[in-house]
C-alpha cells in the first residue's frame, strides 16, 4: 500500500466554493485523478454507500483497462482493501454499473449515446459526477460531441433529483490544459483571457481551478523523469500547465483604425471582422475578429450551418465564398488577430467552411 501524502492535489479549497459544476485543469502530476477516487468517491463510499456516475465521451473509452485501471492503480495502490471491483461487459451499449460486493460504486455513463438514455442512467442516492480528461488535444484528432455542454447539463438536472445528501450534487470535470478552449467554459460564457495558473475563476454555478504543482513534489518529478530535464517545449505542458495549444495564437484589442466588413455566425455566437480603412505594409495584422453581439440589423451575417439560420443569418454562397477569399489568405497567413482565443476556435470553424 501507498500512503497519501500532502503534496498531492486536495480538493479542500475547490469544495469550499460550493458550486455545482467544479472544473480542474492542472499539469499531468498533481494526482488529481487518483486523489479524486480516493477522496472524493471511495472513502465517502464506504462510509455512506452512494455510487458515483463517471462520465466518458466515447463508448469505445469503456475497457477492461479503464476499471482494472481504477481497481488496480488507483483503490488497491492507496488501501489494503483488496477490491474487486464486478460488471458485465456490455461496454458498447454505452452505460456499464460497477460494484464491489454486489453493491453499486459507480455507473459509466457515455456522453455518445442518445439523451433519453443518459437521462434514464440515473442513480438512486447519487454520491457525485466526475469526467477525467475532460479537456481534448485537437492534435491528435480527438472532438468535441455536439451540444456536448446541453447534453451534460440536461443529464446533471436529472440525475439531481435521486441527490439526498446535503449542499447541492457536485460535477467534476478534471483535464490537462492542452487548450482553454472546451464547450463547458464556452456555455458558461467564461472570458479565457480571465484565467490564471494557481488560481480560482468563479461564476454562480461553477468554479474552475487551474492548478499547479507542489514546489515539492515539482522537485521530486525533475529529478525522476529525464523528458523535465531536456524538453522545454513538454515540461511547459506536463510539469507547468500551460495550454500549449493556445501559445501562438495571435491575440489583440481592435486598432481604432479598423472597421467592421463581415459578420458570422457559430454555435449561437456572433462574430464580428474588421478590417484596416488603410492599407500599409507595417500593419502588424490586416484583420481583428472579436464577439460582437450589437450588430446593425441591417448588417449580413453569414453562416455554414442550416441551425443557425435565424435572426438575419444566411447560409454562404459560392459567391460569398469567394468575396471571403481575401481572409481566408488572411488567415492561412497567421495576419488575423482574435479578441481572445475562443473567438480564434470558432473562426477556425469558419476557415473550414470557406
Known amino acids: 500500500m501507498v500512503k497519501m501524502d500532502n503534496i498531492h492535489y486536495s480538493y479542500d479549497a475547490i469544495n469550499g466554493y460550493n458550486k455545482p459544476f467544479n472544473f480542474i485543469m492542472s499539469p499531468r502530476e498533481p494526482g488529481k485523478t487518483a486523489m479524486a477516487w480516493m477522496k472524493l468517491i471511495y472513502n465517502p463510499w464506504k462510509k455512506n454507500k452512494k455510487p458515483w456516475i463517471y462520465l466518458v465521451r466515447q463508448c469505445v473509452e469503456i475497457t477492461d483497462a479503464l476499471i482494472s485501471s481504477i481497481q488496480n492503480t488507483t483503490v488497491n495502490k492507496f488501501t489494503d482493501d483488496n477490491v474487486k471491483l464486478e460488471y458485465k461487459q456490455s461496454f458498447k451499449d454505452g452505460i456499464v454499473d460497477v460494484k464491489i460486493n454486489g453493491e453499486m460504486f459507480f455507473r459509466i455513463v457515455s456522453l455518445s449515446i442518445s439523451l433519453r438514455r443518459i437521462k434514464l442512467a440515473s442513480l438512486a442516492n447519487i454520491g457525485g459526477i466526475l469526467m477525467d480528461e475532460y479537456i481534448i488535444d485537437p492534435r491528435t484528432q480527438e472532438h468535441y460531441l455536439p451540444n456536448e455542454a446541453f447534453k451534460i447539463k440536461e443529464a446533471y438536472t436529472t440525475w439531481k433529483r435521486e441527490y439526498t445528501g446535503k449542499g447541492v450534487l457536485k460535477a467534476y470535470f478534471l483535464g490537462n490544459p492542452y487548450s482553454l478552449y472546451n464547450p463547458l ?11 490564471k495558473r494557481d488560481s480560482f475563476y468563479v461564476g454562480d454555478m461553477f468554479v474552475i481551478h487551474w492548478a499547479v504543482i507542489n514546489p515539492l513534489l515539482k522537485e521530486k518529478l525533475i529529478r525522476e523523469n529525464p523528458l523535465y530535464q531536456f524538453d522545454e517545449d513538454y515540461t511547459g505542458y ?12 495571435r491575440l489583440g484589442e481592435l486598432p481604432e483604425s479598423f472597421a467592421i466588413r463581415y459578420a458570422f455566425k457559430v454555435d449561437g455566437r456572433y462574430l464580428a471582422v474588421f478590417k484596416s480603412k488603410f492599407y500599409s505594409p507595417d500593419l502588424e495584422f490586416w484583420y481583428f475578429v472579436c464577439e460582437y453581439p450589437e450588430l446593425s440589423k441591417k448588417r449580413i451575417v453569414f453562416c455554414y450551418d442550416f441551425k443557425e439560420i435565424v435572426d438575419k443569418a444566411i447560409i454562404m454562397s459560392p459567391e460569398d465564398r469567394f468575396n471571403l477569399q481575401s481572409f481566408k489568405d488572411a488567415i492561412r497567413k497567421n495576419m488575423v488577430a482574435y479578441g481572445n482565443i475562443n473567438v480564434y476556435y470558432l473562426i477556425m470553424e469558419v476557415y473550414k467552411n470557406l
Not at 185 to 195: A, H, I, S, Y
Open 238 to 249: 506536463a510539469l507547468e500547465g500551460m495550454a500549449v495549444n493556445d501559445s501562438n495564437i
Open 185 to 195: 467554459f464556452m456555455d458558461w460564457k467564461v472570458n479565457p483571457n480571465n484565467l
